[in-house]
């Protein structure tokens, strides 16, 4: 049965749902997984798929979600519109404060994958990047993932090209992967941390798209002028 009319401008409408879709059905798999499986189970399956190209791969990609990167990225779009450059930046501190939250009330304590195998004396030898500092608490959420999918997401909600939309959430599900991959969290902290930046990135986009100021659709040279 054909989709209805009405319904069909309304799918073509969404933005950002090169990203949006294919990165939902992502989560939902990884939400699923994380509760079937022990996060030590799906851990040790990840872990065992390791070469030294993946080893330097990783090691560059999760720079993607360091917040000095992200806020030179950032700082790019002031020359390109102002309003995505707030809404970016926005998407940015609002996850990146929430995280921090999450991190030191709630979920305070929480071990990532070597401390958490050292407490509970799992008897496997985790396969460690060389030349990787490894980090023992704050483990949920992710805050690279939270970041690259705050940006990243914040980013394909402005591209009118599917093709361009997808190949950001390509580039933020590869921080989530990487730090996985290199033994900084667990699959549950960068799908945590996958939701909460959509989520905070979508909110500022609904929230700096109220204002109407004309300015706000200008690069910052404009301005100048």
């Not at 049965?1 to 059905?25: S, Y």
């Not at 996850?95 to 958490?116: D, E, H, V």
Request: net charge positive; aromatic share 16%.
């Amino acid at each position: 049965m054909a989709m209805p009319e009405n319904a069909q401008r309304g799918f073509r409408k969404i933005p950002g749902k090169g990203f949006l879709i294919p990165g939902t059905l992502i989560l939902v798999v990884a939400v699923i997984c994380s509760f079937i499986f022990s996060r030590e189970d799906t851990h040790i399956f990840i872990n065992r798929f390791h070469s030294p190209f993946m080893d330097a791969l990783m090691k560059g990609w999760t720079l993607l979600g360091d917040g000095t990167f992200i806020l030179i990225v950032i700082g790019l779009f002031l020359f390109v519109k102002l309003r995505l450059f707030f809404i970016l930046f926005a998407g940015y501190a609002v996850s990146g404060i929430a995280s921090q939250l999450l991190k030191r009330t709630i979920f305070n304590g929480m071990p990532r994958p070597g401390k958490y195998f050292e407490i509970h004396n799992i008897d496997h030898d985790l396969y460690l990047v060389p030349g990787v500092d490894i980090h023992s608490w704050h483990a949920f959420p992710s805050g690279h993932t939270v970041t690259a999918f705050a940006v990243f997401f914040g980013i394909s909600l402005f591209l009118r090209s599917e093709i361009l939309q997808f190949a950001c959430l390509v580039l933020a599900a590869g921080v989530g992967y990487s730090r996985v991959y290199l033994s900084q969290h667990f699959l549950m902290d960068v799908t945590g941390g996958a939701i909460l930046g959509m989520v905070m990135a979508y909110l500022c986009f609904r929230w700096i798209t109220i204002y109407k100021n004309e300015w706000m659709d200008k690069p910052v040279t404009r301005l100048c002028k």
